[in-house]
């Protein structure tokens, strides 16, 4: 605390000025560490998240049409059997 300057007020007393010191500091102050590594984490996140979808086939869109009018002509019969080894093979 020695850059803290000590002022007289009229009645004797001492006042510390600590308001215009902690906001020099604040003012030059590197930001904390934590917070830019948690934004970089969320960063490579997304940048791998954004890499998936890119290279994701664009046949997909396609495929949904073709589906969404089977279902609507009541021509879409999925074997459960076929779903649930599907969903053990890929994990979900």
Same mark, same amino acid.
């Given at each position: 605390?020695?850059?803290? *300057?000590?002022?007289?007020?009229?009645?004797? /007393?001492?006042?510390?000025?600590? =308001?215009? +010191? $902690?906001?020099? !500091?604040?003012?030059?102050?590197?930001?904390?560490?934590?917070?830019?590594?948690?934004?970089?984490?969320?960063?490579?996140?997304?940048? *791998?998240?954004?890499?998936?979808?890119?290279? /994701?086939?664009?046949?997909?869109? =396609?495929? +949904? $049409?073709?589906? !969404?009018?089977?279902?609507?002509?009541?021509?879409?019969?999925?074997?459960?059997?076929?779903?649930?080894?599907?969903?053990?093979?890929?994990?979900?």
């Amino acid at each position: 605390m020695s850059d803290v *300057r000590k002022t007289s007020a009229s009645s004797g /007393a001492v006042i510390y000025d600590l =308001e215009k +010191v $902690r906001s020099e !500091r604040a003012a030059t102050a590197a930001p904390a560490q934590g917070d830019a590594n948690a934004i970089s984490e969320n960063a490579r996140e997304l940048s *791998r998240a954004q890499a998936e979808v890119q290279a /994701a086939a664009d046949v997909r869109a =396609e495929r +949904v $049409r073709a589906l !969404r009018e089977k279902i609507a002509r009541g021509e879409y019969k999925p074997d459960p059997r076929e779903v649930a080894r599907k969903i053990l093979e890929r994990g979900l």
